[in-house]
């Protein structure tokens, strides 16, 4: 089939609308003719089925004037003009009925001329008369008629006016009650005709020599087209609904309807007629509908009914050229077939694909709009193309026309790629218009022009043509000697004659496909295709062209799980860079490898491949020789490979100390690529931190790996102990190759604190204590076997945050003079810690950015030698609290010659672990004497919960007169020690004795006593550790020992610590465990100074023998008691702190304007006199007192007294008092208060004296009812 002739527009074989004319009196002529020819103009047509559907517009109507003679007018008697009649057709005559309504115009013209009435009556008439019988009437479907009356206008008479008028009486007829004549046969044909069948058309001839009436010429031409518009859409409309109303009473459910061979031909004669209707009015849509409709009927269930009515004689039909298909009226038109009953699917098929396909292009060409509408129809086209094409050959079935097929399907798409629709489109796509609209129709070319190559390699493959081993159709291979192919289109004739011809077109199809998908974004194609075209360049040895493309696609389809295809890409890629050169313009980019580099890479990864495809033994001689290539390559540079799929490499998390504190971790590492030794350098192992920033590195500088198991041991002398790493990576160096193995996320590992060959060190609280100074410890405790030297303390930055340590305030325990300490931002020891000792460094610190946590994080890192080797470093992270274990009040209770201090100590709070209180001691000076009231026992006082310890001091100066100062103070010592601390050694010495017996005592360090919660009540009572909550402890760090080892361990200590049967502990063992963990705490207790204590007595009077000698009293409800009352007031003098020599200069050089006054003036009041109120509570429910009961006593001024401390005696008071109520009465209160103004204004109020009331706890026990004999 060759397309060449063809028109570059489908929609051109869209047929017009025919209309018939008849002209006996030779009217329709000449100018007359070409005048018609031009003015039938119908444009701007309206129509609507039913008034409820859409109105449809037509744009314009191209017709198309056929003259009929009287020898082809229809006179038939087999004429459709009813649903009865087309009922009573019988089916084998149904498609030609259906041709018939197709065939026959819409419309019927006939012209007549004439001179005078009776050349009418004569001529005309009869004619007239025999055209409507034989023409109109017996017409073979409905249709409208129109005569038209032609005249010249220079020759118009009165006898032109009266024949039209006789014409206009004779054949116009209306729809209504008008009486038809004889020529017409029933109403039913009266519905067809309009009321005005008559056109007068005058022209004027070009000899008369006159001018046409422009406006009435018009009118007329006007009138004639309106009158075609309307005859064609009453025409249209009515064969369409007899057609219609056909369909539905012979097929009023097609999904169930019950179709046989002939009954199937004739619903789709009967379907195709009503869809060419509306493709002949331009009704496009309403066409495709239709054509849609009955495609998918005969793809359904109906279609076997078409194979089974032509196999018999498909076998000697022809695959006739689509371009049939295109130009035919019908698919049972005599141009397809004969004999409607051979009419196979794929001729039904490819009809109706052909009228999409017109359709399809006329809506695109039809299109208001550019590019985005048309596109929209044209990629339909094209989608529905690729699916029919790719049909096609199971449609044709004859098994010997393969390669007809193919050929048929190929040079289809050709035709399509042609038409001025589509070219018009392909420009606009690639001139980058309307660029969001283009996707899906690039889209759609580039995937028909796809099949257009799957087309030409099934062609190939008859003459053993191949591209890349690829042949994908079903034809045989011929031989060489019958090579010769009936191929009919030229261009594809051409590109068949040799294999070279044949790789080009491949190759232009490809890069035709290309440009197309990638305009719309489907870039995986895209790279597919581009394979393609170098994969052709490999076999054509064009390797420098093939290897750019290459190099990019097998890393691709590997990681989409390709793998086979990666494959055989790698094998490809490796062998054009082996023979491409050095200075090839591929190994010169900017991010270029050299040529040895870019080689060990692929090297790499085809050793990987092949070792993930362990099924696959035929590729082992290649794989052995790529192996050597790689390790003989001599120029390797930055080459970083991930060789998780070639070893498997498994961390051992036990941490061994090595050799000068060295700690070293074991890798166990599987080698099974072929016989071949490996030399690694560099081999490190990475941590990273679980919560935050940084890693930890175990380094071995050289690692051997044979075939099969391997133990490779990597080490580090940076430790960071108590924090939770994980496996993050190995990396080595093979061959000058960095190879990364990336380890399981999921594996973490804790290092302990444990102790090394030489050392081990801890953080913890100072054994030395202040309330006014806050400090922590380092504790270094030095084997039996070397000392160490260089001890350097730095504390992280992260440790900064919440605390600010005192560096230049660090000091040494126990003390050494032969220790200096550097203290800046580093801690540094001058001297080597002897072997086997403990030395503390103890850091005072100060908390900062007001933090409220009484918990905070401590990272240090301690730097250390061994034997003068290289330095061995440790890094702790650890939390410590920053409050003290352990709480001290004290209360003052004051009496007229002493003081006695009542010291409250004990646990924090009830929830912190209890102290043990060794000792506790009141230190006196040479001013003060400290006496305890009762000397303390030797047996440790425990503090549990809430049960606080007293303890009393009684405080006197040593001399009367010494001069008291109000800075004076005295040293508290309290030494305790955590009972915690205590339990813990007790219970991991233990612990250590029970696993010494299966060997296991190395994975102490390995076990979680941090969390463990001791019954503290059975050990301080009973001298028995129990841990009570063993079951919920998580010995993270022991995922680091082997499984056996494991599970011992944790039931070992399991026994140890369950609650039913504690540990009972020796009280030799218990003291010879204390004294290690005892912290003294050194507070400075202010001595409460008091100005005044007035000694208070109120002494009742016997009435009997005027006793004042105080005994329990008795007396009778309302009876008055005499009562004396003695104030005598103890006065010590209170001195301001001394200055030093350089603050007296200083305050010598200060202005007075600059003095602190306030304090001054309040030292100077509290030396002045003084007035006091003295105040009875007059209780009036109990007492009721007479006599003075509210009076003043003055001291005079201090200043004027000479001694540091004397006594002022007041007159006494005497008193009366009633009790009004019975039982036992505590005397009334004594309330003493300050009348100074000078304190008052300081804010000093009742302060600087005390009351030493003697009968404060005395009391009267009062009855009723009884005599005076009774009371004594």
């Not at 038209?148 to 039209?164: E, G, N, P, R, V």
């Not at 609280?765 to 030095?782: P, V």
């Amino acid at each position: 089939m060759d397309i060449t002739h063809h028109s570059s527009r489908a929609q051109d074989h869209i047929l017009p609308v025919t209309i018939g004319h008849y002209d006996p009196f030779e009217a329709y002529q000449g100018q007359f003719k070409e005048q018609l020819t031009k003015k039938i103009n119908l444009t701007n047509l309206h129509w609507r089925k039913t008034t409820n559907d859409p109105l449809r517009s037509i744009t314009e109507l191209q017709v198309s004037l056929k003259e009929e003679l009287p020898k082809q007018f229809d006179n038939t008697k087999t004429t459709i003009q009813s649903l009865d009649s087309l009922r009573s057709i019988h089916k084998k005559q149904w498609i030609s009925v259906m041709n018939n309504a197709i065939s026959t115009p819409l419309v019927r013209l006939m012209f007549v001329k004439c001179k005078d009435i009776d050349e009418y009556r004569s001529q005309v008439r009869p004619l007239v008369e025999v055209w409507l019988k034989d023409n109109i009437i017996s017409s073979k479907c409905p249709l409208e008629w129109v005569i038209i009356f032609h005249s010249d206008a220079a020759t118009d008479t009165k006898a032109q006016a009266k024949i039209l008028e006789k014409l206009r009486t004779d054949f116009n007829y209306s729809t209504t009650n008008q009486k038809p004549s004889n020529v017409i046969a029933s109403q039913t044909q009266l519905t067809l005709l309009s009321s005005d069948r008559v056109v007068h058309i005058k022209t004027m001839s070009s000899d008369s020599g006159k001018t046409n009436n422009i406006q009435e010429e018009n009118e007329t031409w006007s009138k004639l087209n309106s009158k075609l518009k309307a005859s064609i859409l009453g025409s249209f409309q009515a064969r369409l609904q007899l057609i219609e109303d056909a369909l539905d009473s012979e097929y009023p459910d097609i999904e169930g309807s019950n179709f046989n061979s002939e009954s199937l031909i004739t619903f789709i004669a009967s379907k195709e007629c009503v869809a060419h209707l509306y493709l002949n009015l331009r009704l496009l849509e309403d066409a495709l509908s239709e054509y849609d409709s009955l495609e998918r009927i005969i793809q359904g269930k109906y279609g076997d009914l078409l194979h089974a009515a032509s196999s018999e004689t498909e076998s000697e039909g022809e695959l006739r050229p689509f371009s049939e298909f295109v130009t035919s009226n019908s698919i049972f038109s005599d141009s397809l077939t004969e004999d409607s009953s051979k009419v196979s699917l794929f001729d039904v098929k490819a009809y109706i694909t052909s009228k999409q396909f017109i359709i399809l292009e006329g809506l695109a060409t039809s299109a208001s709009s550019a590019v985005s509408i048309q596109s929209i129809h044209i990629s339909e086209l094209l989608r529905r193309l690729s699916i029919f094409i790719t049909e096609m050959p199971s449609l044709f079935s004859q098994e010997d026309k393969t390669l007809e097929k193919l050929e048929w399907c190929y040079i289809l798409i050709d035709f399509t790629l042609s038409l001025e629709s589509c070219q018009r489109i392909i420009k606009s796509i690639f001139d980058g218009a309307e660029k969001a609209q283009i996707n899906e129709i690039s889209e759609n070319f580039g995937e028909l022009v796809l099949l257009q190559r799957t087309l030409l390699l099934d062609m190939g493959k008859s003459k053993n043509y191949s591209v890349n081993d690829k042949q994908c159709g079903e034809v045989e291979a011929v031989s060489e000697i019958n090579n010769q192919l009936n191929i009919n289109y030229e261009p594809l004739r051409k590109s068949l004659k040799t294999h070279e011809t044949f790789n080009s077109l491949y190759v232009e199809l490809t890069e035709q496909a290309i440009k197309y998908l990638n305009l719309s974004n489907r870039p995986r194609a895209v790279d597919a295709l581009s394979i393609d075209i170098a994969l052709l360049d490999f076999h054509n040895k064009n390797y420098t062209k093939a290897v750019t493309v290459l190099s990019s696609c097998p890393g691709f389809y590997c990681s989409q799980g390709w793998d086979y295809i990666g494959f055989n890409l790698l094998t490809a890629l490796i062998e054009c860079l082996e023979n491409i050169d050095e200075q090839d313009g591929f190994f010169k980019g900017k991010d270029a490898l050299n040529k040895d580099s870019t080689l060990a890479k692929y090297y790499l990864d085809y050793i990987t491949l092949n070792w993930m495809n362990e099924e696959d033994d035929t590729n082992d001689s290649y794989l052995h020789e790529v192996i050597v290539k790689l390790f003989a390559l001599k120029d390797v540079k930055d080459v970083s490979f991930n060789v998780n799929s070639l070893f498997k490499i498994d961390c051992e998390c036990a941490l061994v100390v090595g050799m000068n504190d060295t700690f070293q971790l074991h890798l166990d590492w599987l080698n099974e690529l072929m016989d071949v030794e490996l030399e690694l350098q560099d081999v490190k192992l990475v941590l990273k931190r679980e919560n935050g920033d940084g890693t930890m590195v175990f380094f071995t500088e050289r690692a051997t790996l044979q075939n099969g198991e391997n133990k490779v041991s990597v080490q580090t002398d940076s430790i960071v102990l108590e924090e939770t790493y994980i496996f993050d990576k190995i990396t080595a160096k093979l061959n000058n190759i960095s190879i990364t193995y990336e380890l399981d996320d999921n594996k973490k590992i804790i290092f302990p604190q444990m102790s090394s060959n030489a050392s081990r060190f801890s953080i913890d609280r100072s054994t030395i204590l202040s309330t006014s100074q806050k400090s922590i410890s380092i504790f270094i405790q030095t084997s039996s076997e070397s000392p160490i030297s260089d001890v350097s303390v730095q504390f992280l930055e992260d440790s900064k945050k919440n605390i600010r340590f005192l560096e230049r305030e660090v000091s040494i325990l126990p003390e050494n003079p032969s220790h200096s300490i550097e203290s800046n931002d580093t801690i540094k020891l001058s001297e080597p810690i002897p072997k086997n000792t403990t030395t503390e460094i103890r850091i005072p610190y100060e908390v900062v950015n007001s933090t409220k946590a009484n918990v905070l994080s401590l990272s240090s890192i301690i730097k250390y030698r061994v034997n003068g080797q290289s330095k061995s470093q440790q890094i702790f992270a650890t939390e410590f609290q920053t409050a003290l274990p352990i709480a001290v009040s004290v209360q003052d209770i004051f009496k007229s010659q002493s003081l006695y201090a009542k010291f409250t100590i004990g646990s924090v709070n009830a929830s912190a672990d209890p102290v043990s209180l060794v000792d506790v001691t009141l230190d006196g000076n040479e001013k003060f004497e400290v006496t305890k009231p009762f000397n303390f026992s030797s047996t440790n006082v425990v503090s549990l919960k809430d049960q606080l310890c007293l303890y009393f001091f009684k405080i006197q100066t040593r001399d009367p007169q010494v001069k008291i100062y109000t800075d004076e103070f005295l040293k508290l010592d309290v030494i305790f020690r955590e009972l915690k601390d205590e339990m813990m050694f007790l219970f991991k010495d233990e612990l250590t004795k029970k696993l010494q017996e299966f060997e296991l005592e190395k994975y102490l360090p390995y076990l979680n006593f941090k969390d463990i919660q001791f019954d503290n009540e059975k050990y301080s009572t009973h001298r028995r550790i129990s841990v009570i909550n063993h079951d919920s402890i998580r010995h993270e760090s022991t995922v680091a020992i082997n499984i056996q080892d494991r599970l011992k361990l944790l039931s070992v200590f399991k026994q140890l610590a369950t609650p039913t049967a504690p540990l009972s502990i020796t009280k030799t063992q218990q003291s010879q465990s204390q004294s290690q963990f005892n912290r003294h705490l050194s507070i400075n207790v202010q001595i409460p100074i008091i100005e005044v204590i007035h000694e208070i007595s109120l002494r009742l009077i016997n009435s009997a023998n005027n006793d004042d000698s105080w005994k329990p009293q008795h007396s009778q409800i309302g009876t008055e008691m005499k009562a004396t009352m003695q104030i005598t007031s103890h006065i010590h003098k209170i001195h301001p702190v001394p200055l030093t020599k350089e603050e007296t200069e200083k305050k010598s050089k200060r202005r007075v304007l600059f003095q602190d006054e306030k304090e001054d003036e309040l030292t100077k009041s509290l030396n002045q006199g003084k007035s006091y109120h003295v105040e009875l509570s007059n209780n009036q429910d109990t007492w009721i007192i007479n006599g003075l009961n509210k009076f003043m006593i003055e001291i005079q001024d201090m200043d004027q007294v000479e001694e540091s401390s004397y006594s002022v005696e007041h007159p006494s008071v005497e008193l009366s008092i009633i009790p009004l109520k019975t039982g036992k009465l505590a005397l009334p209160k004594v309330k003493v208060s300050r009348l100074d103004s000078s304190i008052s204004k300081n804010g000093a109020k009742d302060t600087g004296f005390q009351v030493d009331y003697k009968e404060e706890n005395e009391f009267v026990y009062v009855l009723s009812g009884c005599t005076g004999k009774d009371l004594e």
